[in-house]
Nanobody, 126 residues
């Protein structure tokens, strides 16, 4: 399974970005997918996750209703719409996939995910 994240960039505080994660190599609908982020000196943390059927989602507390994760199984893609961005959201954002037989499962920790893509840089200026 290969994952390719895109959509990062430089934005001012209060602005928006939409990240995309394209998954290839296996049947996309078999995987729960999540977005993680990492900054220098800080461990990787989950941002949001979505179940394989798209019904269940998970958000980290710091999201505070600003981000929305979604998926399009027809396009083998997961998206992260980020609004009201803050300078502390600056990080490298990566997507990861977990193969699961449970349609509504969303993993909340890094160790649950089997496949990872390279990240995309998000920089929020103040």
């Amino acid at each position: 399974v290969q994952l390719q994240a895109s959509g990062g960039g430089l934005v001012r505080a209060g602005g928006s970005l939409r990240l995309s994660c394209e998954v290839s190599g296996r049947t996309f609908s078999r995987y729960a997918v999540a977005w993680f982020r990492q900054t220098p000196g800080k461990g990787r943390e989950i941002v949001a996750g979505i179940s394989r059927n798209g019904v269940r989602t998970y958000y980290a507390d710091f999201v505070e209703g600003r981000f929305t994760i979604s998926r399009d199984n027809g396009r083998d893609s997961v998206y992260l719409q980020m609004n009201s961005l803050k300078p502390e959201d600056t990080a490298v954002y990566s997507c990861a996939a977990e193969e699961t037989v449970v349609a509504v499962h969303v993993g909340g920790s890094e160790g649950q995910y089997d496949f990872w893509g390279q990240g995309t840089q998000v920089t929020v200026s103040s």
